[in-house]
């Protein structure tokens, strides 16, 4: 790849989730990394009923110049799953040779519970289908941290081992948006999810 093709590359993630578990602060502190490494970003979210458990996703985008918040479908570079049956109902946004990135956890959606469906045991069968899969031990990361809401910040320190921006911005990053008090707790979690990888 040349050097301007290369400056020219646009990469596309996806974040999705279920509603509480921290999917836009993790988007928040992936767009400030990309905005201060150099690059244009643009993000965009879609709550669902998030206060209830439902769904969330948030698109990523970053590169020299970015136009649109939304990924295309089949464009997506990685999809950053905070729960398994979540990384594969949004996978029709996934291209070719991509990186899937899932928090090994179960969060049954309201009609599993209800008995209308089940929960399929074969999701990261599937996934491993799709793409490059890293399964992420995050939640129990995150448990032996003493807080389960670092979980985000554990699977965007896994994250990171795939993106190109420095240390040091990521931390950077990190207490741009996070609370002072919360800030080393979130750093230990970030380096346990690098080295999760």
């Not at 502190?29 to 970003?41: H, K, R, S």
Request: charged share 25%.
């Amino acid at each position: 790849m040349d050097k301007r093709k290369k400056e020219d590359k646009i990469t596309n993630i996806i974040i999705c989730g279920v509603g509480g578990q921290g999917i836009l602060l993790a988007s928040d502190i992936l767009c400030t990394a990309a905005f201060l490494t150099g690059y244009d970003v643009k993000k965009s979210e879609i709550h669902g009923m998030a206060q209830r458990g439902g769904s969330v996703i948030t698109h990523v985008r970053f590169g020299r110049k970015i136009y649109s918040p939304l990924v295309e479908e089949g464009n997506a570079d990685f999809i950053l799953a905070f729960e398994k049956l979540e990384a594969l109902r949004y996978s029709y946004f996934l291209k070719k040779d991509c990186r899937i990135i899932v928090n090994d956890l179960q969060l049954p959606p309201l009609s599993v519970l209800t008995g209308e469906k089940e929960y399929p045991d074969n999701v990261i069968k599937i996934l491993k289908t799709l793409g490059k899969v890293d399964v992420i031990q995050a939640h129990d990361i995150a448990l032996r941290l003493g807080n389960v809401r670092v979980t985000n910040v554990v699977l965007l320190g896994s994250l990171s081992r795939y993106l190109n921006f420095p240390e040091n911005i990521w931390i950077d990053a990190l207490k741009e948006n996070v609370k002072p008090q919360y800030q080393d707790l979130n750093i230990k979690a970030f380096e346990l999810g690098k080295a999760a990888v």
